[in-house]
């Protein structure tokens, strides 16, 4: 009765005495199994519930609620937002004067509010979760794995509410403080068991299933719940119970989980409460190998920090789940609804709801170009950008420290040029055989994507993807002048560990100058420098510029096209570029003339790439650049740390560009950490930075002067108003 008093209450203050379901809502509930048991020995017998509201499926790594993709349109669509009340079924049977279903009936008034702010997934835990003390005893499950009756009654009622509210329950079955209460392992085994049938008798259908909180906790007493092989067995017991649940389990807070448990699960359950905000893409990105959703339901941030966590987890494609221990977790437990944390919520609701207006993209030069703002006005209320702090900016970029050399550079938000500034050369043009010089690599790297995607399509007369063995493609190459080469894998040239010569002037009794031609490239020449590796492949990182020069012999030898052919069809044309320069080398006979990867554009054309990698790829409604490639730039695409080439960290580098954010000498501080950028000598300059919707270009004209990269993207940050 008080249940169904508050929420008539809640509706009726909310929709003005109409009912009516809002969104979809997803409960998704965790659930800790014990031993094996016959049907009849399980309380708590399920009873119909009437017509289900909320069908969850997964498609590949993609989330579905009655047969349509989550937020569709938005930045989280496909994934599902979730928060974590494992409490609010809780009970403790030493706490006297606790009113259960009083606790219960608070959370599930509140349910449509939540829902409102894109939360489309609630875990809930048969054992709860710590109540800010210890001792309480929390289970929905007695000693023998049979299911208790009086809890589970509350259990049903959650899931019911989030079904009418299309959202689904994550629904957990075991605790690290709780599992003792069941006697023994077929105990254990029975739980889950009976769980599943539970579920599956009650026809449910916006319910997933956890195994375990943190299964690898040493607070768990049973040892099979401890180890990966025991919650393989629990996960196929599930789905041999009921083969069409969705299944998972939950590793420490770490972000990780063992390949056997990930090749066993539905989907993927990790947790972030323990990872540092520069971690979480690294990790995500190593689960994507699966194929499976990645679904964070607990992290243990707040304010800021959590908003942070939450779009870095879109970003890289995995789903949310926010933990307030300190409101919904500890006695006495709270929920306020998006009071619980404003900040976080807005951002939620930022995240899970599709932009205003259609997505924009510039036409070509000739036909109009970008769309530009020069009112302060104007500046401020449409592109969301401070005018004082982009005049700071303009003064200094034209200031003495930037020298007094020729160059254009501009500063684009929400579409708009913002701030373009130009010293002796427009923004839409570039000096003849003036290249990008480092900003190509970038470039570069991105065709080498677009490359393998067609490829894999089989559109391309090769089939190849970064794994492969880069010398399999470039025939000029043989014989090897190094037999280590052999081993030299594609991302390698990309991310500079392949083991080739590095820059002249880092070390110049070993290293070599930038240029050609092919046969000294390929260590045909006789000289030794070219010849030899300087370390086995994969063991070390060295920038090398001579590394993206093979690269560009095997994308012309996958597409059948040299490189600046396959760039114009396959990027610049889709992307409205209607200028540019290749750099090309000879050779002899044997090897030939090709392009190199080197070229140019104006820092107007140089934006649009940085743009449609920040649309994920997207331009026009066609996905030019391939998704994946755009998600594994914001990680490190290898394993190599400390200060390398130029005193940068290793762990800055990916496929072609570079994570400015990831720099601990200061450089990077005040840069988001999902900003991409590539420098290059001279001053120029390509960056973009996906949670500020904001990107940056600079090209150089004549002369060679230096330039704060870090500095002038992080004033161009500093310019964004939240």
């Not at 709860?128 to 009086?150: H, I, M, Q, T």
């Not at 304010?303 to 006695?331: D, P, T």
């Not at 997207?618 to 998600?631: C, D, N, S, T």
């Amino acid at each position: 009765m008080v249940y169904l008093c508050r929420l008539l209450a809640v509706a009726l203050e909310r929709l003005g005495g109409i009912v009516i379901p809002r969104v979809t809502i997803i409960t998704v509930i965790t659930l800790t199994v014990i031993g094996l048991q016959s049907p009849e020995m399980v309380d708590a017998s399920p009873r119909s519930a009437g017509t289900k509201h909320t069908r969850v499926t997964v498609k590949k790594d993609r989330w579905y609620l009655n047969g349509r993709l989550t937020y569709p349109s938005t930045q989280a669509e496909g994934l599902l937002m979730n928060v974590r009340m494992v409490n609010s079924v809780f009970e403790d049977k030493r706490r006297t004067g606790f009113d259960t279903d009083e606790n219960t009936s608070e959370f599930i008034a509140r349910i449509p509010e939540y829902v409102e702010h894109g939360v489309r997934a609630f875990t809930i835990n048969l054992q709860g979760g710590f109540p800010g003390y210890e001792g309480a005893v929390n289970s929905a499950f007695n000693p023998d794995g049979s299911l208790r009756k009086d809890y589970m009654q509350r259990v049903r009622q959650v899931i019911e509410a989030c079904d009418r509210n299309g959202a689904v329950v994550i629904l957990r079955c075991y605790y690290q403080r709780q599992d003792q209460i069941l006697r023994d392992e077929k105990a254990v085994r029975t739980g889950v068991v009976n769980t599943v049938r539970w579920l599956r008798e009650s026809g449910y259908t916006n319910v997933v299933l956890e195994i375990a909180n943190e299964f690898n906790h040493p607070g768990f007493d049973h040892p099979i719940l401890k180890k990966p092989e025991g919650q393989v067995e629990f996960i196929q017991l599930a789905k041999k119970t009921s083969s069409k649940l969705l299944v998972s389990t939950s590793g420490l807070g770490n972000g990780r989980l063992p390949d056997s448990v990930a090749l066993a699960s539905d989907f993927l359950l990790i947790h972030f409460n323990g990872t540092k905000l520069d971690d979480i893409p690294e990790r995500i990105q190593a689960l994507k190998k699966h194929g499976k959703p990645i679904v964070c339901n607990e992290d243990q941030k707040y304010g800021e920090q959590a908003v942070r966590a939450a779009k870095l987890c879109v970003r890289n494609g995995a789903s949310w789940g926010f933990m307030h221990e300190k409101i919904n977790q500890h006695y006495p437990f709270r929920f306020k609804g998006p009071g619980d944390d404003p900040k976080v919520y807005r951002a939620l609701r930022f995240l899970t709801t599709p932009a205003a207006t259609k997505a924009y993209f510039p036409p070509p030069e000739s036909k109009g170009g970008w769309r530009e703002l020069t009112n302060a006005d104007d500046i401020q209320h449409r592109a969301g950008m401070n005018p004082d702090k982009l005049e700071d900016l303009r003064e200094w970029l034209l200031g003495p420290r930037n020298s007094k050399d020729d160059f254009a550079a501009v500063v684009i938000r929400r579409g708009f040029i913002v701030l373009e500034v130009e010293r002796g050369l427009s923004s839409g043009e570039f000096p003849d055989g003036v290249g990008m010089a480092s900003c190509a690599k970038a470039i570069f790297a991105t065709v080498m994507a677009v490359a393998s995607e067609e490829s894999q399509k089989g559109k391309m007369p090769k089939k190849m993807n970064f794994d492969d063995k880069a010398f399999d493609y470039i025939p000029w190459a043989k014989p090897l002048s190094d037999p280590r080469k052999e081993n030299i894998a594609i991302r390698q040239l990309l991310n500079h560990t392949s083991g080739l010569v590095g820059e002249w002037w880092q070390k110049k009794e070993r290293f070599v100058k930038n240029h050609g031609p092919w046969e000294w490239i390929l260590g045909h020449s006789g000289d030794w420098r070219t010849e030899k590796l300087i370390f086995d492949p994969g063991t070390d990182l060295e920038y090398s510029t001579h590394g993206l020069y093979h690269a560009a012999l095997v994308c012309e030898n996958v597409t059948g096209m040299p490189y600046n052919r396959f760039t114009i069809e396959y990027l610049f044309i889709p992307l409205g570029i209607e200028k540019w320069w290749f750099e090309f080398f000879d050779g002899d006979d044997k090897h030939g003339k090709h392009p190199s990867h080197g070229l140019a554009l104006s820092a107007r054309d140089m934006a649009r790439i940085a743009y449609c990698m920040l649309r994920d790829g997207e331009w026009a409604a066609r996905q030019v650049i391939p998704k994946w490639f755009v998600e594994q730039t914001c990680a490190p695409t290898h394993k190599i740390k400390g200060t390398k080439t130029f005193g940068r960290e290793a762990r800055s580098f990916s496929h072609g560009w570079e994570l400015p954010a990831r720099l601990t000498d200061g450089r990077g501080e005040g840069i988001p950490l999902d900003a991409r950028f590539k420098p290059g000598a001279g001053g120029q300059l390509i960056a973009f930075v996906p949670s500020l919707d904001l990107v940056v270009a600079r090209k150089k004209g004549s002369g060679w002067p230096d330039l704060e990269y870090e500095k002038f993207l992080r004033l161009a940050c500093e310019a964004v108003m939240e």
